[in-house]
């Protein structure tokens, strides 16, 4: 029995090796292969998890301005300068092949691949919605409404069990979760118990990542089940909850756009598209929160200058009093705390490192920075990692503190090196949203709170495996104690 074991891992392992060299297709010999944390066969798939940004750092200092990699049997060709990827990303040979990870990564089915008019008026929505302010208004003023009307829930709570002045332990990850899922949720997709959400939330975020990796179907079936069911679960919830009280009109008008195509997307593909939209709308940003407070509270000068802002900008409203009459905070008044926009934007550069990709739609060249022109071949990926960017000293000089002024008085999007949304045309098209959602909750928790770390010297790394996939979250909670201040102004 054993020897048949034995003799069934060695065809295997056999196998896998033919596999891996047959799979090897032609290249361009000028793009070196990066030797340095390759291994036979699996290339640099241990290297990235343990530390991708260290590697690939690394792998730029050795071999310049383009070099291969190696992620088991997945190549790419890294472009580690800002500037050559965005000539790529204006490239039309090279391809985000969007559609293609929503199969991976939230099981759309690949009828998507043969229906390409959804992506236009998908489009159309995010110009009306999300990249004007006039749009963004309803939904940000909304959100901070839900903001106060959780933090006044647990503070008239707190108040009947006589704890209101009273610290209250818990993780500051835990708390950044708590204070943001509903208020946020309820702002864009409206009255509806975010309860049962936030269980299945939790587990499809947490191995989120895994399903990045083009893994067989059994793998999935048989380590992730969990995950595929709760993946599942929040499709069919939105099935059942298809026009909920005092949704956006964002969400409204997205229901009302797969409603056209209803032809040939089945209310099952809607409830994947919308478990796409609610996880993007939460699975970076409940991070940044954490981050962002975990860097402000311990930075003294950042808090301060930060403080001093709110109590001109951000009129103070009384948790006590806050009614349907009341004038909340608007996204003019948030864009007037210039240092709190400086932090977050710092924070989002330490933390907020996605790996970009497109795809080679046919035989192409392109010229780098450095004067070489380099031949890509069709069905090639290349691949550009934002840490590399961020963590550049000649971009970002002391590059690994943070300096909570750094993005004073810039346009983030507009400093060379920074891209912690995407590039082209698949940046990221909440990010307006989401900062404002950052930025309002954060200013929130430290105007009406106050906070203590129970050990200062407690620093979380990032949780390396989701390193590479938007912000990652610390490889564990910190904790803290919070408890809301009794003279709020």
């Not at 050559?84 to 939230?106: C, H, P, Q, R, Y």
């Not at 006589?162 to 997709?189: C, D, Q, Y």
């Amino acid at each position: 029995m054993i020897g048949l074991i034995e003799s069934l891992l060695l065809v295997l392992v056999t196998l896998f090796v033919i596999y891996f060299i047959r799979s090897k297709p032609d290249e361009d010999s000028s793009i070196p292969y990066a030797k340095y944390g390759s291994y036979p066969i699996i290339g640099h798939l241990i290297a990235f998890t343990r530390n991708r940004t260290k590697v690939l750092l690394e792998c730029h200092r050795r071999y310049g301005a383009c070099f291969r990699i190696r992620l088991a049997n997945q190549r790419f060709i890294m472009i580690p300068s800002h500037a050559d990827w965005m000539a790529i990303v204006k490239n039309s040979s090279f391809k985000f092949t969007g559609t293609e990870l929503g199969i991976e990564i939230f099981g759309f089915s690949s009828v998507f691949l043969d229906h390409p008019e959804l992506d236009p008026d998908t489009h159309r929505l995010y110009v009306q919605h999300l990249k004007n302010r006039d749009g963004l208004h309803p939904m940000v003023v909304e959100f901070v409404r839900r903001m106060y009307e959780a933090m006044r829930n647990e503070k008239v709570s707190l108040e009947k069990n006589h704890s209101a002045s009273k610290w209250i332990s818990t993780g500051l990850l835990e708390f950044s979760h708590r204070m943001l899922f509903r208020p946020s949720t309820v702002a864009l997709f409206g009255d509806i118990d975010t309860a049962a959400l936030e269980q299945h939330f939790r587990l499809f975020d947490n191995k989120f990542h895994y399903f990045f990796i083009p893994f067989p179907k059994w793998v999935y079936s048989y380590f992730l089940r969990k995950e595929l069911n709760a993946r599942s679960s929040l499709g069919k919830s939105w099935q059942n909850n298809c026009d909920p009280n005092n949704a956006s009109n964002f969400y409204r008008d997205r229901l009302a756009v797969y409603e056209s195509h209803s032809d040939w997307l089945p209310k099952e593909e809607i409830g994947k598209l919308v478990t796409a939209f609610f996880w993007a709308s939460l699975g970076n940003t409940i991070p940044a929160v954490f981050w962002s407070l975990f860097y402000i509270l311990r930075d003294p000068k950042a808090l301060q200058h930060i403080q001093q802002e709110m109590d001109v900008h951000l009129p103070f409203i009384s948790l006590d009093e806050a009614d349907s009459s009341t004038a909340y905070w608007t996204p003019e008044q948030i864009d007037s705390c210039m240092y709190l926009e400086s932090a977050i934007n710092e924070t989002i550069r330490l933390v907020g490192a996605p790996f970009m990709l497109r795809k080679c739609c046919r035989d192409a060249q392109t010229s780098l920075e450095d004067g070489r022109q380099i031949n890509i071949k069709a069905g090639e990926n290349l691949a550009w990692y934002a840490g590399v960017s961020h963590f550049d000293e000649n971009l970002f000089p002391r590059a690994n503190e943070f300096i909570f002024d750094r993005f004073l008085n810039k346009k983030a999007e507009s400093v060379p090196g920074y891209m912690p949304f995407g590039g082209g045309k698949s940046i990221c098209p909440g990010r307006f949203f989401a900062r404002y959602e950052i930025k309002t909750c954060v200013a929130m928790l430290l105007r009406y709170m106050e906070y203590q770390f129970k050990d200062m010297k407690a620093v979380p790394k990032q949780k390396l495996t989701r390193v590479g996939f938007g912000i990652a979250p610390p490889d564990h909670d910190v904790p803290i104690v919070y408890r809301y201040r009794v003279c709020s102004h």
